[in-house]
């Protein structure tokens, strides 16, 4: 059985290193060509090394910068499929669904992932992959927090990513009780959590772990 690879981040770049380092190692397949997902703003370029910089340590040479549109090219597709590590970056959350959710790019990427393709989402990109999108007040111009339909790399918990920075507690139970999962993390700034086979297998930085059958919280570093 080919096992799937996962990382969520609860803020924008850097990779934490000892999670960069094993997305590294894991995207070293033939070609080595990680594919970094974002939408366009002024200054990206200056911003990819923040990406880049850690893995390159670690032996990924090769980067493919794909820019997302509502109307990806073949090229770009392209460039997708042929991708042994993929990346999507944070920013505007709602942006990032419309443009990989419930689309061609979202069903390559669930084709890549159940491949063993390694995965990588930061921010806006973590929040999307699950099978629910919860999306904070925050982060929405509706100022109230939505339950959208996700990527569906995994399908058991929900996330809420700048977890202490945006006081998210209260919106993470309320997510549980209202999807009906059991788990749900909490992932700050400058942190992450690995998943193996949709299980649990590495958490760096700051992460909370709620259950909904308990009253308490577990912190994880």
């Known amino acids: 059985m080919t096992e799937k690879h996962l990382f ?11 999670l960069g380092e094993k997305f590294a190692n894991l995207s070293s397949n033939g070609s080595n060509k990680v594919a970094i997902m974002f939408i366009e703003q002024d200054g990206w370029k200056e911003y990819m090394p923040k990406y880049t910089d850690l893995l390159e340590r670690y032996g990924v040479m090769n980067f493919e910068y794909l820019k997302l549109t509502s109307s990806p090219s073949i090229e770009l ?18 942006l990032y669904r419309e443009y990989i959710v419930e689309t061609e790019l979202g069903d390559l990427l669930k084709e890549l992932y159940l491949q063993g393709i390694p995965i990588a989402g930061f921010s806006a990109g973590a929040l999307i992959s699950p099978n629910v ?4 007040p925050v982060d929405n111009r509706k ?9 569906g790399l995994v399908n058991n918990f929900v996330i809420c990513a700048h977890f202490s920075k945006w006081n998210e507690e209260k919106n993470l139970l309320l997510a549980l009780s ?44």
Do not use: M, W
């Not at 100022?143 to 990527?151: A, D, H, W």
């Open 178 to 221: 209202r999807t009906n999962l059991s788990i749900g993390y909490g992932i700050d700034d400058g942190s992450g959590i690995y998943l193996r086979n949709e299980l649990l297998s590495q958490s760096a930085g700051q992460v909370y772990f709620y259950h909904a059958n308990r009253s308490n919280k577990f912190f994880t570093d």
């Open 77 to 94: 597709k392209e460039q997708l499929r042929s991708s042994t590590g993929v990346i999507i970056c944070g920013g505007d959350t709602e």
């Open 143 to 151: 100022n109230e927090q939505l339950f959208l339909k996700g990527l």
């Open 8 to 18: 969520l981040f609860g803020g924008g770049a850097p990779f934490n290193e000892s």
């Open 133 to 136: 999108c919860v999306i904070s």
